[in-house]
């Protein structure tokens, strides 16, 4: 299993800004996808981003135009800058990241999870 290490987070006031980070320390396996995604109270693990290997990106409609995905490569680590945010962004968000150990399995791993919250 890989693991990943979440940093960022916390607590800002609507319009504010945030960068979450995680990275996956000595990560030996071929990385696909890197991505975040987050849970209200309540509510449903929904995808955030997710960054492919080529490129591809993939927003949440709710947060295209405000979040911006982006990747280090050489230090398996994936950002989420966070712009404008509002108190529906409020939630845990989880680092994702998979891929294939080898040729006959494939890996997916999470987060612990970093709590962010938007006031009014």
């Known amino acids: 299993q890989v693991q990943l290490v979440e940093s960022g987070g916390g607590l800002v006031r609507a319009g504010g800004s945030l960068s979450l980070s995680c ?7 071929r990385i696909n996808t890197m991505g975040w995604y987050r ?11 997710t960054l492919t290997d080529g490129g591809s990106t993939n927003y949440a409609d709710s947060v295209k135009g405000r979040f ?11 950002y989420l800058q966070m712009n404008s ?19 006959f399995r494939r890996f997916d791993s999470w987060g612990q999870g970093t709590q962010v919250t938007v006031s009014s």
């Open 23 to 29: 990275e996956a320390p000595g990560c030996i396996f």
């Open 39 to 49: 849970m209200a109270p309540g509510k449903q693990r929904e995808l955030v981003a």
């Open 68 to 78: 911006t995905i982006s990747r280090d490569n050489p230090k398996n680590t994936v």
């Open 85 to 103: 945010l509002k108190p529906e962004d409020t939630a845990v968000y989880y680092c994702n990241v998979a891929g294939r150990a080898n040729a």
